[in-house]
């Protein structure tokens, strides 16, 4: 009688060993052998749900964007009730700080795929801006809930801005180029300019 | 008789060599091999101006570098007799965006040696923040020419932003997440808002 698998678990299995080896050993390491060993299975599984590498780097592209997801839906969820606008802002660029495993292997994993694209236009995901415009999205429903208006036109730049600059700050702690009081204090700046944090609504 | 060799020059263009690898392959390329190959020579030279593979990494973070300072110092030149403050910073800024080849070249390769970086925290190059630091204290400088004042704390924040963010905005461009005028934007905003463009100082 045949194993009972459940596809999406299995090949979610091996989309986070694939993550794995990418913040571990870096974008060079990925390939279906390192994968399969990294999930302690032969290269069978690996080829049977990702027809070639790109399939796996696009999976594993989708994957990050999810579990970042799912770890800013969480801390959001956590603030309780009706938090105000300033604390979901605030909690949710915070989430990308290097504090924690989850937060931390998310950036490595983003700057690994981000540089592979800048060389290789082949590997680019359709649709990956959805992340940074869903962000976008979620700041300027704050914004509006905190202002009972529309941002101006240097307000939406200053939203772009954030999110746009947001997983480098995070990065750059990685990186050793500030330390983690410097880059909460850069993304707080630009919160603060959006959203006063005296203001009472 | 031997040849006569200017080493500093050889050594340039094996890192030049190295760089044209990292720019069209991406950071996985990157062999003593592959470096021979480009530049059109044996092994052996590249193994005897470079001892391992750090030391290649290290040269080509070096040149990056030293070629963006050359190409802001040109475009700064180019401005003539005594530019004022705006002018000198919107200058430099632009310098990054990828309008041509070496601006775009030096962006693609900085962004693959800084993903690097954050799984390999042993090819991290000692004093890579140099760049980062007398760009800020370049635009702090302009800032005080303009101003006739030292900044405030925001304002010394709205200066870290702008050299932290500056190479990821280029890059945006480049991985096809903003057009160069979006990009021109984002940076134009953050300039006029530490030096306003309608002020005659």
Redesign the interface.
Known sequence: MPKVVDHETRRRELTDALLRV???????AISIRSVADEAGCSVRPVQYYFADKAQLLAAAHARVTERMGALVTRAVHELGGSPRPRAVVGTVVHAFLPTNDEARHA??AY??F????????SI?VPG??AS?NALARLIRTQFERHWNRKPTA?ET??I??LV??LS??A??V?????DIE?AT??LD??IDRLLPPNNKR
Do not use: N, W
Request: charge should be negative.
């Open positions: 990418v913040v571990r050993d870096g974008y060079d950036v490595i700057h690994c981000f540089a592979a694209e800048l060389t290789q236009p680019r990956a801006d940074p240097a730049r200053d772009q801005l746009t600059t480098t700050i990065a750059t990685i990186a050793g180029y500030h410097d204090s850069l700046h630009q």
